[in-house]
């Protein structure tokens, strides 16, 4: 059980991120934004197991052959993912995703670059202002803390209820409701889905919703939501790009089986996303926000964004570390600015590059 000892010592390491069993073919890790295999892996399945029924058991969750792969979110916030045969032609993976105990508020994501300070004073007024975010990017760049950071800034006055299918955000709000899905039984009941909790956090008297992450024909209920007036949702969405998050949402609306055009469709996300806040992985292992962009409604049918902010490249250093800076890049000022400046939250200040 050697193998098993070392892979509890990678789970309490504050260096590592990510962690990656492959079955029996080996162990991965990522450290600093670079991942490389350990030099140990472990011998039989069986040991393997005993962690994944360890781990899920100490959550009150299974994985058996009627659910061979689920996620479950540990105390501390570690997200642990596994999956097991036949689904695994490996033999049973776990991946696990653990999150810095060093990231405490916005002004620690721009001690690290992930974005600057004029640009972390925009995404304040735009949470306090009550505009609806969505975040995107890749699995792993950085999004679910990003939205962290920013719900610290959400008014103590507020209701919140944040809705997930595995309950990982760490909210720190005295009135905070945490909504999880739960997954059909053997016989295939007492399933509650994203679009369920949705529906019934509307009853909840909620001022804010966050939403885990939208993946489903759930984005026409958070649509619906936002349009009805609960203002000042934040959500996670996956995503390449801004444009190629707005195409994503489309398709995600249709998938509901919503009989509307295309058009009709593009309008109903305008008039309610107001901001889309794009994350990355670079290249070096760096997570940077690349873009904040504005939503500015429909123009010959199509979504209208602009940059606010978008991550220019200045090249990389000896030790191969990329340079660059989130610079302010619009053509026009915000649409919400001369309201924004009349509530004290935002002056023009925010968007000049020095």
């Known amino acids: 059980m050697a193998t098993y000892e070392r892979f509890k010592e990678l789970l309490k390491d504050p260096e590592i991120t990510e962690i990656m069993v492959n079955g029996t073919k ?17 011998e039989n399945e069986q ?28 105390e501390d916030g570690t997200r642990v993912n596994a999956i097991i045969p036949p689904l695994a032609r490996q033999g049973p993976s776990i991946t696990v995703r653990k999150f810095s105990t060093n990231l405490k508020s916005l002004d620690d994501l721009v001690a690290n670059h992930t974005l600057t300070e004029k640009a972390a004073k925009f995404l304040v007024a735009c949470v306090k202002g009550k505009l609806n975010i969505l975040i995107s990017g890749a699995t792993g760049s950085g999004k679910t803390t990003t939205l962290e950071m920013l719900s610290y800034h959400i008014s103590e006055e507020e209701r919140i209820i944040t809705i ?18 739960r997954d059909p039984d053997e016989e295939g009941k007492g399933e509650v889905t994203l679009r369920d909790l949705i529906k019934n956090a509307l009853r909840m008297r909620p001022d804010r919703i966050i939403l ?34 707005l195409a994503r949402l489309e398709t995600l609306i249709l998938s509901s ?32 926000i690349t873009h904040i962009a504005e939503l500015r409604g429909l123009e010959r049918g199509e979504i209208v964004v602009q940059d ?33 400046q009349k509530l004290g939250l935002l002056d023009e200040r925010v968007f000049s590059d020095d």
């Not at 760490?170 to 909504?179: G, I, P």
Request: glycine letters at 8%.
């Open 308 to 340: 606010i902010f978008a991550f220019k490249m200045e090249g990389k250093t000896p030790e191969g570390r990329i340079k660059g800076r989130l610079k302010p890049v619009m053509r026009m000022y915000p649409k919400f600015f001369s309201e924004f």
């Open 164 to 181: 997930e299918d595995t309950a990982e955000l760490k909210v720190h709000h005295k009135n905070l409701v945490s909504l999880e899905t």
């Open 212 to 245: 885990g992450e939208v993946r489903g024909e759930e984005a026409l209920d958070l649509i619906q939501a936002v349009s009805t007036g609960h203002r000042g949702t934040l959500a996670v969405i996956h995503g390449n790009s801004p444009s190629e998050v």
């Open 26 to 42: 080996g162990i991965f890790i990522e450290k600093f934004g670079q991942k490389r295999e350990l030099d140990f892996s472990f």
């Open 47 to 74: 040991e393997i197991m005993e962690i994944i029924k360890e781990i899920f058991s100490s959550q009150g969750k299974r994985i058996d052959k009627y659910h061979p792969y689920a996620d479950v979110c540990l």
């Open 257 to 288: 089986g919503i009989k509307l055009p295309p058009e009709e469709i593009r309008k109903m996300i305008a008039q309610t996303i107001n901001i889309i806040i794009q994350q990355e992985q670079l290249s070096d292992g760096s997570r940077k």
